[in-house]
């Protein structure tokens, strides 16, 4: 009988979030905070395994500390070419600018998933299992139609079966909840077709009145304490953003407000509900950055129903922590 302990496979994740794995739009400018995060799910599936991860100087805090992630690397000439002279077990790209394409093609290997360049053209090609994946990120329409959450197509790609598995956040926060409710009211300067008019958090906060304890959200130019701050809050009502994706991570009570973004590519689990534009907009979802009419879509959730959601996850109980 062969005692030996299964050997330890070296696998590579690409992700620096400057594409996301659904979305065909290079963006050097704005990194995927939140696409890099929702890409953790994967690593239930190495646990066992030596994972390098190669992110954007952006995407390292996020990754920090994360238990299976044995080296984190920053992408630069000097990471390149020192990774092109080496060889792994597993290479999973899923990143789409081409010089990305091409590193994650040269990388020596037995086996690559995701995303890959064409010889000729240099354009984005897929591996077999991220044909769908490659598909619905250049038509919006086949995206739109999208039945599967972003988690399940993950694993397809790589031949996993999907069983719920969430994200792994390696940050432990040093905050306890002190706040009934968060209001997460920014998105990526790219995606403020995503936000929430102010004005409705206005009407809301008016709503809620003294029943609850708010607190608006605080600065992003620190993602631990960023991390901190939903950490110390009961409930989270939010756009589609990284704030989402990190509500999730931690497992907080969720209301999410969504509009030219589709809802069923988030798994929620027990954790909250999302809430939808009125369903006589045709338009929805468009997967536009700007809405091209006078009333966008997301501005059709009604304070009101975000109010008695609240009520629903939070229940009657009046403030039990400080006001904001």
């Known amino acids: 009988m062969d005692m030996r302990r299964p050997k330890r496979r070296k696998v590579l994740i690409i992700k620096l979030g400057i594409t996301e794995t659904i ?27 030596k994972v390098t991860w190669l992110t954007t100087k952006e995407g390292r805090p996020l990754l920090t500390n994360n238990p299976y992630i044995n080296r984190i690397e920053v992408y630069n000439p000097r990471t390149v070419s020192k990774l092109m002279r080496k060889r792994f077990d597993v290479v999973i790209n899923l990143d789409k600018e081409e010089d990305v394409l091409r590193l994650a093609d040269s990388i020596k290997t037995s086996k ?17 299992r991220a044909l769908e994946a490659l598909a619905t990120s250049e038509d919006p329409i086949l995206r739109s139609k999208m039945k599967d959450c972003w988690d399940k197509v993950l694993y397809d790609i790589v031949g996993a079966r999907w069983n719920g598995e969430g994200y792994i956040l390696g940050y432990k926060p040093k905050t306890k909840e002190i706040y009934d409710i968060g209001f997460n009211i ?25 029943k609850y304890s708010i607190s608006y959200q605080k600065s992003l130019n620190n993602i631990h304490r960023y991390i901190d701050w939903i950490n110390s809050c009961r409930l989270l009502i939010t756009n ?12 907080k009570k969720i209301i999410a407000l969504f509009g030219p973004t589709s ?13 939808t534009p009125l369903s006589n907009l045709k338009c929805i979802p468009c997967f536009l950055t700007h809405c091209k ?10 304070p009101e129903i975000v109010y008695e959601n609240i009520k629903r996850l939070l229940g009657e109980d009046k403030r039990t922590f400080k006001s904001a």
């Not at 009419?293 to 009604?302: E, G, H, L």
Request: proline share 2%; aromatic share 12%; glycine share 8%.
């Open 293 to 302: 009419y006078a009333t966008r879509c997301i501005d059709t959730i009604k």
């Open 240 to 251: 589609d953003s990284l704030g989402l994706h990190l509500a999730l991570a931690l497992k």
């Open 112 to 128: 690559k998933y995701g995303f890959r360049p064409n010889p000729q053209t240099g354009r984005t090609e897929a591996y077999v």
């Open 186 to 210: 920014h998105v990526n300067k790219r995606w403020k077709n995503k936000a929430w008019a102010f004005s409705n958090w206005r009407r809301l906060e008016k709503l809620i009145g003294n």
């Open 23 to 49: 979305g065909n739009k290079v963006n050097w400018k704005g990194v995927s905070l939140g696409d890099i995060l929702r890409t953790t799910v994967l690593l239930h599936l190495f646990k066992k395994d």
């Open 263 to 275: 809802q069923k590519e988030i798994y929620f689990g027990n954790s909250g509900v999302a809430l």
